[in-house]
């Protein structure tokens, strides 16, 4: 049985930073892409960064780009998160989730984890 659990959210200041974990248990990450999602009050899950299998590349949406770097360790079979100059919109609860493929459709997703809060406030 899969079980996908994220970890290091938590309050921040705007300007500041968090590292985000996600490890998966059950399942071998080699094969797979992670991907980062976040969902804030009242809005649809958007997806903001992307592990791919493979090449290993990385992607990240434009919102993100330049501010989050996305890194994996497949001994750990954990991803993570580093997320730089954090401002009040990115507050939202952050999920990871597998796929056989980057991509920023939440519905082609699996075995998601029960998420981490991340609120950035002053």
């Known amino acids: 049985q899969v079980q996908t659990v994220e970890s290091g959210g938590g309050l921040v200041q705007p300007g500041g930073s968090l590292r985000l974990s996600c490890t998966i248990f059950g399942m071998t990450l080699d094969y797979y892409a992670i991907g980062w999602f976040r969902q804030a009050p009242g809005k649809a899950r958007e997806g903001v960064a992307c592990f791919s299998t493979g090449d290993h590349s990385q992607h990240y949406s434009d919102v993100v780009k330049g501010r989050f770097t996305i890194s994996r360790d497949n001994a750990k079979n954990t991803v993570y998160l580093q997320m730089n100059s954090l401002q009040p919109e990115d507050t939202a609860v952050y999920y990871c989730?597998?796929?056989?493929?980057?991509?920023?459709?939440?519905?082609?997703?699996?075995?998601w984890g029960q998420g981490t809060q991340v609120t950035v406030s002053s």
């Open positions: 989730a597998t796929n056989r493929v980057c991509s920023w459709a939440a519905t082609r997703y699996e075995n």
